[in-house]
Every structure is written in C-alpha cells, then in structure tokens.
C-alpha cells in the first residue's frame, strides 16, 4: 500500500477513536476550537456538574473575553428536555448579567439552531435559574427539582447574534456551536445523566 495512503488512513483512525473518546462522557462537551472566530466567539467546552444546593451548574467556557461589543451577541445554553428551553446571557460584559429563558416550539428532531426564526414564549416559572458571566465564559445553574426525570436529557451551547421580535427569536447569526462537527448526539435518560453526574469523574 502506497505510503501516503497508509498515513492518510492512519489520520482517519486516530480522528475517529479521539471523537469517540470526547462524546463518551454525557456530561462533557469539548468543541474543536475556530481561530477564524474572535476569542469569544469560540466555545472550547461544556462541563456540567451538581452543586451542593442541589443545583444542576453548566459551565461553559470561551478561549477569551469580551468586555464590550455588539449588545446583540449572546451566550446560549439549549437544554432539551421533552421540551427545549434557550438560556441567554449578554456576551457583553458591560450589559450585565440578565438571564433570558424561552421555551421555543422546535422539533426535537431537528433541533439544532441555525440562522432562523424561533416562536418561542418567555419562561416565567424560573424561580431559582440563574446565571453569571465567570472568566473566558459563563455558568448557568437550573434546579434539580425542575428536571423532568422521566424524559430524555441533552444540551448544547451556542454563541449567536440574536434579538426579540414580539414573539420571535430572530437568530441572526450562528458564530459557533460546542457540537459543531460531531456526529448526532446519544440522548441520555435524565435519571442516567444525574447518576453520570453523581458518580466520580475519571
């Protein structure tokens, strides 16, 4: 066999058994940094873990910060349980730490946002949800008493340009997404991925 070929397939190998090793752990994204994007545009992973109030606490993290810029420019976490829920966060430091949450009517199957129109509704019942910028990124903490048990669990993060129009979130533009590049997700019960949370990390 050619020698280039060998190498190529080699490549291919290795790539394969690394994607597998990064999307093994439910509770853990790690995206493929973007140098094209601005440093914080780029999401370089999502971690989730349990607090001890009892808080499920995603932690996502940008390779740098943006002080101030476009007003319009958001840190989004989707979380899909039975429903989708949209957390947003201001990357604008200056702004403040307001956080926005939307139940948005998207298919479950097709969920993944693009530069699109979303109906979606404020979310009034988030007693307990917060969110705060922390350094090369933001954490946002959901109750653990709000999550549906009995139905499936998954959550992605976003960088977007975005504005509210009546009822619509206008995605103007998609900068990056923590499972840019990865193959569909494995969905995981939510009772699977509190026990993969609760059990040690290795």
């Known amino acids: 066999m050619n020698q280039a070929l060998v190498l ?3 490549f291919m190998m290795v790539g394969s ?12 994204i790690t995206s493929f940094m973007d140098k094209s994007l601005t440093p914080a545009l780029d ?17 996502v993290k940008t390779r740098g910060e943006q002080i101030d810029g476009k ?8 979380i899909l349980n039975e429903k989708t829920f949209l957390f947003l966060l201001p990357l604008n430091k200056e702004k403040g730490g307001k956080i926005l949450i939307y139940e948005a009517f998207i298919s ?13 509704k404020e979310y009034h019942k988030h007693a307990g949800f917060n969110a705060r910028h922390i350094f090369q990124g933001a954490e946002f903490t959901v109750p653990l008493d709000w999550i549906n ?7 992605d993060a976003y960088t977007v340009q975005a504005s ?25 019960s939510a009772m699977a991925l509190l026990n993969k949370l609760c059990s040690p990390k290795r």
Do not use: C, W
């Open 8 to 10: 190529i397939f080699l």
């Open 17 to 28: 058994v690394f994607a597998m090793q990064i999307e093994a752990d439910p509770r853990t």
């Open 43 to 59: 999401i370089l992973r999502v971690t989730t873990n349990i607090s001890p109030e009892n808080y499920l606490v995603f932690q």
């Open 71 to 78: 007003n319009s420019d958001y840190l989004l976490l989707q």
């Open 108 to 120: 479950p199957e097709n969920h993944e946002l693009s530069k699109t129109s979303t109906e979606v």
């Open 149 to 155: 048990y009995g139905a499936d669990f998954s959550f």
């Open 164 to 188: 509210l129009k009546g009822n619509t979130l206008v995605i103007s533009k998609v900068y990056d997404q923590a499972r840019k590049g990865y193959a569909k997700e494995k969905r995981f």
